[in-house]
Structures are given as C-alpha cells and as structure tokens.
C-alpha cells in the first residue's frame, strides 16, 4: 500500500509542473511568479538529479529530468517575460 | 556526500514554496499560477505526507507539513483572487 502511495507521489510530483511551464510560456503572464521559489525549486530538483545519478536509481533519475526540464521552463519564461 | 546532497535537496525543497506563497497572498497577483499544477503539486506533497506517516519517517514527515501547508496557501490564494 504504501509503495502505489509512494509511486503515484513520485508520477504526480513528476508530471505537475507541465501545465505551469506550458501556460507561462504562452501566455506570457509571469508577474505572479515568484522567481526566489522557483530557483530554490530548480536547485532542489537538480539536487535531486544529482544524487538519483550518485546513487543510481532510475526512477529518481528519470522524474528529475522532467522535473528539471519543466522548472527550467518556468524560469526562462519568468526571466524573459518578467 | 550523497547525504549532505539528500539533506541539501531536502532542505530547499521544504523552504522554496514560502516565498511564492508570501507572494501570492500579499499581492493578490495569481493570474499566471497555473491551477492544475498547485492542485497536482499539493496532491503530490499531501501523499509524500501520507507516505511518511505510513512508512514513520520523520524528515519526509516534517518537510512535507511544510510544503502541504505553503501550497495551500498558494492554492486558497489562487482560488480566492482567480
């Protein structure tokens, strides 16, 4: 029970920023974007990265680079439209 | 070294939402936070809460009533200034 808990958290917290990385980009609308959280945010999930590849596990490996990719468009976004 | 990067990733991942949250409750300015990925994202800590509580560790306990509680307030701000 709580490894379907633990994977359906993993999917989840891989896929959620998807909708945020698309609608700022095309909608241009960033100003309620906080740029200190979603930095912090890109640190985390690159630290993630880093430490699922030190540690050789997949399933970390491969939500981070998602994670990362998402996080990376947001704060593009922000940095460009402000 | 793959500790401190874990404890690293850990420590930014529970502080992060705080300014976004501070920043969407005091300006009132929620109109580019997308809704599907808060409600995904508050979704997404609520079961690594769950989980920490099902399996009884601690850190994963306490980051996560932290970013549970951040993202609420996201979520409630968004919901309450659209």
Do not use: H
């Amino acid at each position: 029970m709580e490894l379907y808990i633990g994977i359906a958290a993993a999917i989840f917290g891989t896929v959620c920023w998807i909708p945020q990385a698309w609608k700022a980009w095309s909608s241009r609308d960033t100003s309620g974007l906080s740029l200190p959280s979603n930095l912090m945010f890109l640190l985390t999930v690159s630290l993630w990265l880093i430490y699922g590849l030190m540690v050789g596990d997949l399933p970390l490996i491969l939500a981070n680079v998602c994670a990362v990719t998402a996080v990376l468009v947001i704060v593009t976004a922000k940095l460009k439209f402000g």
